[in-house]
Structure formats: structure tokens, C-alpha cells
């Protein structure tokens, strides 16, 4: 892995104490169990409000999806006919109302 070593965010995560890392990997657990339930479920139409459910997590502490240091989040999904993007700023709260573009091909 290549890393920017003057980037502070970059040794951040790269110098974790051995107790902020179970929270960091916390985090990954949490998304590979998301994934897992996606894979298992043919309701395509919910893909939309779960990856925007992950989002709004808060669990982890500070490396939460929903954490001060997120700027802005985009989910998409594409078909063959058509992209349906979802766009917030900061980070995704529950009863945030994305801006959602359409576009049909």
C-alpha cells in the first residue's frame, strides 16, 4: 500500500493504538455484514435505503460512517436503462432528504 506520509489523516489511521483499532475495524465489520445481507436479499428496490441506512451509523465512535469529518456522501445505482444518484452534504443523517437525480438512458 502507498500512503502519503505528510498527510496527517493518512498517519491517523496508519498509527492507531491497538484500542481505537478494534472501533476502525469495527467499522469494516459492520459494511462486510451489510454486504452479506445485500447479497442474500432480491429486494433491489431497498439497495438505495440500506447503503443510505449504513451511512447514517453513528456505532464506532469516531470512525462512525456518520462522523464530523464527512463532507458530503453520493450513493448511485446503475441499470442497463437508467442512474439513480443520491446526493446530501456533511454527513447522512436518518431523516435527511437527499437530493436524488434520475437520469434515463
Given at each position: 500500500?502507498f500512503?502519503?506520509?505528510?498527510d496527517?489523516r493518512t498517519?491517523e489511521?496508519?498509527d492507531l493504538?491497538?484500542e481505537?483499532r478494534g472501533?476502525f475495524?469495527?467499522?469494516a465489520?459492520?459494511?462486510?455484514?451489510?454486504?452479506?445481507a445485500?447479497?442474500?436479499?432480491?429486494?433491489?428496490?431497498?439497495?438505495?435505503?440500506?447503503?443510505f441506512?449504513?451511512?447514517?451509523s453513528?456505532?464506532?465512535g469516531?470512525w462512525a460512517?456518520?462522523?464530523?469529518h464527512?463532507?458530503?456522501y453520493?450513493?448511485?445505482?446503475?441499470t442497463?436503462?437508467?442512474?439513480?444518484?443520491w446526493?446530501?452534504?456533511?454527513?447522512a443523517f436518518?431523516?435527511d432528504h437527499p437530493?436524488?437525480?434520475?437520469?434515463?438512458?
Amino acid at each position: 500500500m502507498f500512503s502519503d506520509e505528510a498527510d496527517p489523516r493518512t498517519r491517523e489511521i496508519e498509527d492507531l493504538l491497538p484500542e481505537e483499532r478494534g472501533w476502525f475495524e469495527g467499522r469494516a465489520e459492520n459494511t462486510a455484514n451489510l454486504l452479506k445481507a445485500r447479497r442474500q436479499s432480491s429486494a433491489i428496490p431497498e439497495e438505495m435505503d440500506s447503503v443510505f441506512n449504513m451511512l447514517t451509523s453513528r456505532a464506532c465512535g469516531k470512525w462512525a460512517y456518520a462522523n464530523q469529518h464527512v463532507k458530503a456522501y453520493l450513493i448511485s445505482h446503475q441499470t442497463p436503462s437508467d442512474t439513480e444518484l443520491w446526493l446530501g452534504a456533511g454527513p447522512a443523517f436518518k431523516n435527511d432528504h437527499p437530493t436524488v437525480i434520475k437520469i434515463m438512458i
